[in-house]
């Protein structure tokens, strides 16, 4: 009797949770540094739940290893069209991005080995995007891309990921990334009902959304640190 598996025949979440890795900031910098190449760029995607700590590792791998981060938060649409769109109190799902500007940016990033690419940040003082804030030179090797939805695959979101080397997933208990969040919010001084209010018709339904599509990560990890 063979009891051998085929891992074709095993669900794929399946495998991705057998694969799933705790690791260490810096076992992940030795890890990126050994993909940047001389003459073209590696553009690393990092994906995961609000509070999963993306932009924190994004900034610590810029800094480690001279790259640049654009941060998906960049292109979220400016509050006043948010509230044309009746969209204010949802901010932060797929709909509240300008997903068109983002790919239009990744495919600059991608091509633009002989000038400068300028691309958007996110204010979070003013909570609001500021235009060509990042400027990415074509010096530049390793740029690492952030967000809630690089791995969506809903209408134009899917074309993101074919613009990234690779994508990795950053896997985080929920209640304690939402509490990161809750965070945030009071931050903004929203009031304990608005803060639940928020939590819970927006940030939790966007974790689900996101945590279904880690399967098509390339890489899939907790970290320690």
């Not at 640049?68 to 709909?95: C, W």
């Not at 300008?98 to 909570?127: K, M, Q, T, W």
Request: with cysteine; aromatic share 8%.
């Amino acid at each position: 009797m063979n009891n051998s598996i085929d891992t074709y025949e095993v669900p794929l979440h399946t495998i991705y949770r057998t694969m799933m890795e705790t690791i260490s900031n810096k076992a992940l910098i030795n890890r990126v540094s050994e993909k940047i190449p001389q003459d073209s760029r590696f553009i690393l995607g990092i994906a995961g739940i609000p509070g999963a700590g993306k932009t924190t590792l994004a900034a610590r791998l810029a800094q480690e290893l001279d790259g640049k981060v654009v941060a998906m938060d960049g292109f979220h649409y400016r509050n006043e069209v948010l509230r044309s769109m009746g969209l204010t109190a949802q901010k932060g799902i797929p709909e509240t991005f300008d997903v068109e500007s983002f790919i239009a940016c990744l495919a600059r990033v991608r091509n633009g080995l002989n000038r400068s690419v300028f691309c958007p940040d996110y204010s979070r003082v003013l909570h609001e995007p500021v235009e060509d804030a990042i400027e990415i030179p074509p010096s530049c090797r390793l740029v690492i891309v952030e967000g809630n939805y690089l791995l969506l695959r809903q209408g134009l979101w899917a074309q993101a990921r074919t613009y990234l080397d690779e994508c990795w997933y950053i896997a985080t208990d929920v209640e304690t990334a939402l509490e990161r969040v809750a965070r945030r919010h009071r931050g903004k001084r929203l009031t304990d009902e608005e803060v639940s209010r928020k939590i819970e018709q927006t940030d939790r339904p966007n974790c689900a959304l996101i945590e279904s599509t880690k399967n098509y990560a390339d890489f899939v990890f907790v970290l320690t640190d």
